[in-house]
């Protein structure tokens, strides 16, 4: 016996080790583009993470290197929002199994699809999410007018919506986002929207950082409020981003985040934002699997067919 022992543990090791490694992942917020622009590199991101951060040649390129950093992270199932149609179509008809689509805003902020063709291509399973809704990069608040249509039918029709909240890049209103101001990324914004559709699936990205008391207080009042990590393992130093998730987690939210790494044009974010969220050193094992994979299945509403196909 005393000469088994050791080969029971090494056994028993392999096979957790072997089970941990294989443990399936959710990304509930990536980007896909119909153009990018090579060789930009993340300056802003935190860390030291800029140098590994610069954006491929094209829109191809992005495509297959973040299915491969997928791949290598386990993550069996992601979200890519796009303002192309054309884009979406090409990630779904890549690895259907592998992907579901979002739609984002047109240069004025409304959603690429009418409200009608969101229900329509919803229904096909051609789009699966409105959002992510980047309405604070327009000047808009989440309770525009405009919207009013497109969150009836989500509600409607169980479409799970996603709602910048939150920053945006360093100098953005200076560059790229003219009509872009901070305080329109406040959580507390979207409460109107709320009150009004009491039955909306919705999460907040970026967990509307740094407005985290406002995170809180939204997904105290709203029970069925999801919000996701998005960009923050990456962009912020890292003691920032675990004091913010820790405030959640204290908070009693640990059922409703959601793993998400914003890689937008850099796939090497990915990578960096699994491994930020596996070695937290205040999560257990089983917080970190509800992070990493049960929330979002939960959230997504996926099958138990899905769901075990996920863990092979
Ligand atoms: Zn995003």
């Not at 969150?151 to 986002?177: D, M, Q, R, W």
């Not at 939210?253 to 596996?278: C, E, H, L, N, Y």
Request: proline share 8%; net charge neutral.
């Amino acid at each position: 016996m005393r000469k088994l022992l050791p080969i029971l543990f090494l056994t028993i090791s392999v096979v957790v080790y072997s089970q941990g490694a294989k443990k399936p992942i959710i990304d509930i917020h990536l980007h896909g583009y119909s153009s990018i622009p090579p060789n930009v590199q993340a300056s802003w991101a935190g860390e030291s993470y800029a140098q590994e951060l610069t954006s491929p040649q094209n829109s191809e390129r992005h495509l297959q290197m973040v299915t491969e950093e997928m791949e290598k992270n386990n993550i069996k199932l992601g979200v890519i929002s796009s303002t192309s149609l054309e884009a979406l179509k090409k990630w779904k008809t890549n690895a259907p199994e592998l992907i579901l689509t979002g739609i984002q805003t047109d240069e004025l902020g409304r959603p690429i699809l009418s409200p009608d063709s969101l229900k329509i291509l919803f229904e096909k399973g051609e789009v699966d999410i409105l959002g992510e809704l980047g309405l604070q990069y327009f000047g808009l608040s989440p309770d525009v007018p405009t919207m009013a249509p497109y969150y009836k039918i989500a509600e409607e029709n169980g479409i799970p919506v996603c709602l910048h909240t939150g920053l945006g890049p360093p100098g953005g209103p200076h560059s790229f986002a003219p009509k872009f101001r901070t305080t329109l990324g406040k959580p507390t914004l979207f409460e109107p929207v709320l009150v009004k559709h009491p039955n909306l699936k919705a999460f907040l990205a970026h967990a509307g950082y740094p407005y985290i008391q406002e995170t809180i207080a939204m997904m105290y009042v709203y029970p069925k409020l999801y919000t996701d990590i998005g960009v923050l393992t990456w962009a912020l130093p890292i003691e920032a981003f675990y004091s913010t998730l820790k405030q959640l987690m204290d908070a009693g939210f640990g059922k409703r985040i959601m793993f998400g790494s914003d890689q937008m044009m850099w796939p090497g974010a990915i990578s960096i934002a699994v491994k930020t969220v596996k070695e937290a050193p205040f999560l257990t094992e089983s917080e970190k699997r509800d992070i990493l994979y049960n929330n979002a299945a939960r959230f997504l509403e996926l099958s138990p067919e899905v769901i075990s196909s996920h863990q092979k």
